[in-house]
């Protein structure tokens, strides 16, 4: 269920967690419920033009190993849930 209502601690937890290189946005989308827009979309807002682009650029890179923010196609996922699905 999508917490809609996100206070400021949960947006810095999400911005963290898009940050962290083994953390994936389904990870992140289990436990926030939002979509890999409405991600992009509070980093977008949430951080300065200059962090946000060195993220975009990172978080899209594949070839480096530590881009792939997509379960699918990570060989490291992590484990952090707050709960089981």
Not at 37 to 52: A, F, G, H, R, S
């Amino acid at each position: 269920m999508p917490k809609k209502n996100l206070t400021s601690i949960d947006i810095e937890q999400i911005i963290l967690m898009a940050w962290g290189d083994t953390i994936s946005f389904d990870t992140i989308t289990r436990e926030y419920g939002l979509t890999h827009d409405e991600i992009v979309k509070i980093m977008k807002e949430n951080q300065t033009l200059k962090t946000y682009t060195r993220w975009r650029e990172r978080s899209t890179k594949k070839h480096i190993g530590t881009g792939s923010k997509h379960e699918a196609v990570t060989t490291v996922s992590s484990r952090r849930q707050k709960f089981q699905i």
